[in-house]
């Protein structure tokens, strides 16, 4: 059983399943081999990011805003791009799951996004707050292929290498990491890897337990947590919720879910925030077109540069990045980017509501580029 090999190994059973081809390899050849992977995923993330967040711009962007658009955000994610190298984690290769399902639910192709988003959500859990989503769009073929495709994929340990008696891989995944995470019977996980104060933790989680001693004020910890994650879901919810249903807002939705992704999960680590890629990319591609809140924007995505990368950089040395992490510098980075959002999905509202948009971001409703 994993967890009893290895407490540290919190990840889903399918994701051990999928590195099986690495246990034959010398040790030179598989970080050869992963290196590669992580380089292609990579790529492939900030080009799908691309592709999503300039796919449904009123007006083309030429070669030279291509550019522009390319180079900032490569300087708004270049440090989170290297944390997967120096961590050698595979967040890389979830986001491309993740921005392929986008990908092709923005293409009208639900079976195939349904499937992205749940090979996503099998290697790493937090993916799966993509369902509601598509349930609540009435995504229902890309909500069914997601559901079968996750059974299939979560299960496929157990199926082909069932442990002999006892619970399987999957159920005790859930029982010891899954389950305690989310305050299931947390005395049950021999590993609780989200507990207490750490710097490293950069989640809405992490925060509130840097400010509250979770070991002894537990009641008000959970109370502050409560608040703050309750908060965070009804903002991103009422985005999400009055976000029209449209090919066009897809960019924004899966944009806001990767933000919550990182704010909800019980632990979120420096190389998990490559998956601003997409919210930065798409914020950066808009904010081409903007000409009502265009400076909000800049401003908005100066002050997420500087509390993301800049706060924790060598340039400003060791002391001043440890005292950032303390203060959730990356958090505060992150919820910034909301704001912004929600300009954004304001005027997309008010453009629906009158028949002359002045906001050549967004086309009208039903227009095809």
Avoid at 165 to 194: C, D, H, K, Q
Avoid at 252 to 262: E, K, Q, T, V, Y
Wanted: charge should be neutral; proline fraction near 5%; hydrophobic fraction near 60%.
């Amino acid at each position: 059983m994993l967890q009893v090999c290895d407490q540290g190994f919190t990840y889903p059973p399918f994701f051990a399943f999928v590195m099986l081809p690495f246990v034959p390899m010398p040790l030179w050849l598989r970080d050869l081999v992963w290196y590669g992977v992580t380089l292609g995923a990579t790529i492939g993330a900030f080009k799908l990011s691309e592709t999503i967040a300039v796919k449904w711009l009123a007006a083309p962007l030429e070669r030279a805003d291509l550019f522009w658009l390319r180079l900032f955000a490569l300087l708004l994610s270049a440090k989170l791009i290297l944390a997967v190298f120096e961590n050698q984690a595979y967040d890389a290769l979830v986001l491309v799951g993740v921005l392929l399902g986008l990908a092709a639910l923005s293409q009208n192709r639900p079976l195939a996004a349904g499937a992205g988003l749940a090979l996503a959500a099998a290697l790493k859990a937090t993916p799966l707050i993509f369902l509601p989503y598509l349930l609540w769009k009435r995504y229902f073929a890309a909500a069914a292929a997601f559901v079968l495709v996750y059974a299939l994929a979560s299960l496929l340990p157990d199926l082909l290498f069932a442990p002999a008696g006892g619970p399987g891989y999957f159920s005790t995944w859930l029982g010891e990491v899954a389950g305690p995470a989310l305050g299931i019977n947390p005395a049950g996980a021999p590993f609780a890897f989200w507990d207490g104060a750490n710097i490293l933790n950069h989640s809405l989680r992490g925060a509130v337990a840097l400010n509250v001693d979770e070991a002894h004020h537990r009641g008000l910890f959970e109370a502050a947590l409560a608040s703050a994650d309750g908060c965070f879901m009804v903002v991103v919810g009422t985005l999400l919720a009055v976000s029209a249903r449209r090919l066009q807002s897809i960019a924004i939705d899966g944009s806001l879910l990767l933000i919550a992704m990182l704010m909800l999960s019980p632990m979120t680590s420096r190389s998990h925030y490559v998956e601003l890629l997409l919210p930065y990319m798409t914020l950066l591609a808009l904010n081409w077109r903007d000409q009502r809140t265009g400076r909000l924007g800049r401003a908005v995505l100066l002050i997420s540069f500087a509390l993301v990368t800049l706060a924790g950089n060598d340039a400003v040395g060791e002391a001043f990045t440890v005292w950032a992490y303390r203060h959730s510098a990356m958090v505060l980075g992150t919820l910034v980017l909301l704001i912004y959002f929600a300009a954004l999905v304001i005027e997309q509202l008010r453009q629906e509501q009158f028949a002359a948009p002045r906001y050549a971001a967004f086309p009208r409703h039903g227009a095809a580029r």
